[in-house]
């Protein structure tokens, strides 16, 4: 899958849906990251999230919820998480 270049580019206090995309040296400053989770997305360069918050919807936040369900095993995935299905899990990145 070619995922849409975005480069350069500053978000700040907006919605970006990261499904699909690859941000190469962009900065993001009190947005909402949503991730669906129906196609890959990346980024590279100086790409800082300041303040920002993470929605994972549909198939993201049900994969997150079943990894969850690892925690406290042997070989622990180190995070706990949970997620009814069809709300967002929402992670904070400060």
């Given at each position: 899958?070619?995922?849409?270049?975005?480069?350069?580019?500053?978000?700040?206090?907006?919605?970006?849906?990261?499904?699909?995309?690859?941000?190469?040296?962009?900065?993001?400053?009190?947005?909402?990251?949503?991730?669906?989770?129906?196609?890959?997305?990346?980024?590279?360069?100086?790409?800082?999230?300041?303040?920002?918050?993470?929605?994972?919807?549909?198939?993201?936040?049900?994969?997150?919820?079943?990894?969850?369900?690892?925690?406290?095993?042997?070989?622990?995935?180190?995070?706990a998480a949970k997620a009814e299905y069809g709300?967002?899990?929402?992670l904070t990145l400060d």
């Amino acid at each position: 899958m070619t995922l849409r270049k975005i480069a350069g580019e500053a978000f700040e206090g907006v919605t970006v849906t990261l499904d699909g995309c690859y941000f190469d040296g962009c900065s993001f400053d009190r947005c909402t990251l949503v991730f669906n989770g129906v196609a890959p997305f990346g980024y590279s360069g100086a790409t800082p999230f300041r303040g920002c918050t993470v929605q994972l919807h549909e198939t993201a936040a049900m994969v997150l919820s079943q990894l969850s369900s690892f925690v406290g095993q042997e070989g622990t995935l180190g995070f706990a998480a949970k997620a009814e299905y069809g709300l967002p899990l929402v992670l904070t990145l400060d």
